[in-house]
């Protein structure tokens, strides 16, 4: 079955440290897996998707199919991080999401 | 200028009660969906309609009916509501099915609460 796991409900991390969001999914098939992000009081939106293989806001994201993940990355953390972080993978005509992290960046 | 707008964002009402929430979109895109997150932040897909056709189901019970009067609407309407009902629903629009490139555009979510 289709499955995106986020194993961490809430990640606390210092100001300037690295940050690590992990994901990991469970797909037949050659897997789309995005990143969306919900800042408090605005919409969930996406952030990055790993066909683009693209930087935002500082953020990456390295799809592994031997480990089946696709973990988010930022070397320095930034206050404006914090927010709720949903891993999401497309099946066929759908997405599905994780259970999402909440990210809080400690000054 | 509103790109996914839900009204109402937030609706208090009794068990056994009848309720709408209504979503729009002026982006011009064809797909439309409603997801539903729950108390732990969970978000899950109910029903996406493409070009006004019902293209996802997902085991919604079927006290819960969606309608596309045109590409641009779609809205939710929930008979009998009942306690576990109470979350905040997702009205979100893509170009084609998943987005295409997977992008999806959210409304501002409305939360509902069932007494």
């Known amino acids: 079955a289709q499955r995106v796991t986020q194993p961490e409900k809430l990640l606390s991390v210092f100001k300037g440290a690295p940050v690590e969001l992990k994901c990991n999914y469970s797909?037949?098939?050659?897997?789309?897996l995005f990143w969306y992000v919900q800042y408090s009081r605005q919409r969930l939106q996406l952030l990055l998707r790993?066909?683009s293989r693209e930087s935002i806001k500082g953020f990456t994201a390295d799809l592994n199919k031997g480990e089946t993940s696709f973990h988010l990355k930022k070397p320095f953390a930034q206050e404006e991080d914090s927010a709720m972080y949903y891993c999401a993978l497309r099946s066929g005509d759908k997405i599905i999401f994780g259970k999402g992290t909440r990210l809080h960046i400690l000054p | 200028d509103t790109a996914v707008s839900q009204t109402p964002k937030y609706l208090v009402t009794q068990m056994g009660n009848d309720k709408s929430i209504k979503c729009e979109q002026n982006l011009g895109h064809d797909t439309m969906y409603w997801y539903k997150q729950d108390s732990k932040k969970f978000l899950k897909i109910m029903f996406s309609y493409n070009n006004k056709e019902l293209i996802i189901n997902e085991t919604v019970p079927n006290r819960f009916s969606p309608k596309s009067p045109d590409k641009a609407h779609l809205n939710l309407h929930i008979n009998s509501l009942e306690l576990g009902d109470s979350a905040v629903y997702f009205c979100a629009s893509s170009h084609g099915l998943a987005g295409g490139g997977g992008e999806l555009f959210f409304g501002e979510g409305s939360r509902l609460t069932v007494l």
């Open positions: 790993h066909i």
């Open positions: 797909y037949s098939g050659s897997p789309e």
